[in-house]
């Protein structure tokens, strides 16, 4: 399984971005599918994370309100929309799946996609 992330970049205080992550493998419809970062200096933290039918998600409360999580089955990918984006977004994002358990806070992550940079200026 490969999972292939795209779209970082740099934005302004208060822009938006999508994050895309395409999966490979056979077991998309079936995994549990979420976005991490890490910043400079601190451990990696789940940022959103939804279930293999899209019905569950989760949220970090830093992210509530202003990220979107969504999963089209078909085309075995996810996005992660980003609005009102702050410096302190500001991070490597990962794509991350896990096989199918009860728990969206992906704790046992089974495949990493590489990461994409998001920098946020003030």
């Known amino acids: 399984v490969q999972l292939q992330a795209s779209g970082g970049g740099l934005v302004q205080a208060g822009g938006s971005l999508r994050l895309s992550c395409v999966h490979s493998g056979p077991t998309f419809n079936s995994d549990t599918m979420g976005w991490f970062r890490q910043a400079p200096g601190k451990e990696r933290e789940i940022v959103a994370s939804i279930s293999w039918s899209g019905r569950s998600t989760y949220y970090a409360d830093s992210v509530k309100g202003r990220f979107t999580i969504s999963r089209d089955n078909a085309k075995t990918m996810i996005s992660l929309h980003m609005n009102s984006l702050k410096p302190e977004d500001t991070a490597v994002y990962y794509c991350?799946?896990?096989?199918?358990?009860?728990?969206?806070?992906?704790?046992?992550?089974?495949?990493w996609g590489k990461g994409t940079q998001v920098t946020v200026s003030s």
């Open positions: 991350a799946a896990e096989k199918s358990g009860p728990s969206l806070l992906l704790l046992h992550v089974d495949y």
